[in-house]
């Protein structure tokens, strides 16, 4: 059974940590061209394959197709942006296996008959490599859609859709308010479909391989594989592809045998929530798998907390994060969120002011669901099931006792300085 | 008949407090001064103080939009 393990692999299939998938002959030599598939197979395939947005949300990819292609003169953007400090696999998939990407793009405009595509990164060395690569294939005739690359500084929020288009319209990469969505009204004014960067790479293979050899992994209702960024207590940190629905103690597994004993599970990234040791070990990374304990897998982000490390002290710092990270445009994020942030400081430091525990509850009742963008929404998820999973934690700490062993970071947090 | 509800454009919102002090029925204030509004339909005798709410906005950050919406 183990040699299929190998064979699960996808998008990051063969010896890609060695870089010679960048090059196009490699690619296709792997792959196959690019293929003819017409427009309307393509939807149709797609619908079949049940494919979902790899970004985050679990959209249905045929649905956002079908929308877009619906309006007169749409844009596409492969969306690379990924904008949580614990998430790597857009960097990795761009950087290894970027011709995946790339054919996905081409595809999708050829899906909806988009004739304006564009590249979405954060601003490094990301962007010379999708360039370099965007004009080999315009050199040698493989992109029939020309393809423009765009970046945005690395902060939490860039690559959320709207403050894509935001900035592909010459503004800052900041959320804009909603109605209308960007695939009625985007790029230009033009529907505009957002797409994950590995969802689009899914596409590349699905257009090759059929919707039926796509549901050959993962489960029934979330068939396919998807990319994860596992971290903390583990031997090999790091991004891995794996079918949706594998147990996350198997995910852990893949990443290397547990360092040493582990705590609770973070899943879904920093808007997303801590699941209690032990039973979230059975708990298998899906939508539907997740769901009950109000978790959902997001962009593949899994830490294992170290058995010794401090939930409260780890959650207040990447609130902390989050709280900077507003795009200081709604009233309620730009002041709830450093409330918030500021209060669990103080549960984590083990400060015994009363009432801390009922600010904090106050705080994310009076947040939620009042913002143009979900940050609010995700911030408030991330910091309920930190008071849900470390009740026996808080407990502690109002008695001034932490019972850390070990207060080495955990999750990885920028130290950005950057304004408003 | 469609029913109403009042919805906030958060970004445009800067959190004057006039919709807070028109139309106390569905609009309360947070802490910080930014409206928390009811997001249940409007019932037809609320809806022209509802209306008054939204003109009243020197930010057109408030509507007025069919269902119920966050």
Known sequence: MTA?????????????????????????????????????????????????????AAFPMARKLTAVA??????????????????????????????????????????TGASVAYVYVHEGPLVAQMQAL????????????????????????????????????????LPTAVPPPVYLRGVGRRPTLV??????????LL????????????????????????GGAVGAPGVLEVPIGLVLGEVI????????????????????????????????LSVEGLRPLGATPGAGVVIALPAGACGLVETARAVSYLAEQSARQCGPCLN?????????????????????????????ATVERRGACHHPDGTVRLVRSALRVFAGEVAAHRGGVCTATDLRPVLPVPTSRVGA | MMSLSVAVDWIACDGRGLCAELFPERIGMDEWGYPVIDRDPL???????ARRAVAACPKLALRLQAGRHP
């Open chain 1, 4 to 56: 299929s393990l190998v064979l699960q692999e996808r998008l990051l299939a063969a010896d890609i940590g060695s870089g010679r998938f960048r090059d196009l002959g490699v690619h296709v030599g792997l792959h196959g061209p690019l293929p003819t598939t017409g427009a309307s197979t393509l939807i149709t395939q797609v619908q079949a394959s049940g494919l979902t947005g790899r970004g985050g």
């Open chain 1, 134 to 173: 965007v004009t080999v294939r315009a050199s040698t005739g493989v992109d029939a859609v020309p393809v423009t690359v765009a970046s945005a500084p690395a902060r939490f929020l860039s690559g959320q859709d709207s403050a894509v288009v935001a900035r592909l319209n010459g503004g800052p990469a």
């Open chain 2, 43 to 49: 019932s037809a005798d609320l809806v022209p103080h």
């Open chain 1, 195 to 204: 797409q994950n960067v590995e969802t689009l790479a899914h596409l590349a």
């Open chain 1, 207 to 230: 257009a090759r391989h059929g919707a039926s050899w796509f549901r050959s992994q993962g489960t029934d209702s979330e068939p396919g594989t998807m990319l994860c960024t596992v």
């Open chain 1, 336 to 364: 709830g969120l450093p409330a918030m942030a500021q209060t669990l400081s103080r549960l984590a430091g083990r400060d015994r002011s009363r009432g801390l525990e009922e600010r904090l509850a106050a705080l994310t």
């Open chain 1, 253 to 284: 597994e893949r990443a290397g045998a547990p360092a040493a004993g582990v705590g609770a599970l973070l899943v879904g990234g920093y808007h997303g929530a801590w699941l209690p040791p032990g039973g979230a070990l059975d708990l298998p």
């Open chain 1, 70 to 111: 619906a309006g007169a003169a749409p844009v596409v953007v492969a969306n690379g942006a990924e904008g949580e400090p614990a998430s790597s696999k857009d960097r990795i998939l761009l950087s290894y296996a970027p011709h995946l990407v790339l054919d996905g793009l081409q595809l999708a405009c050829r899906a």
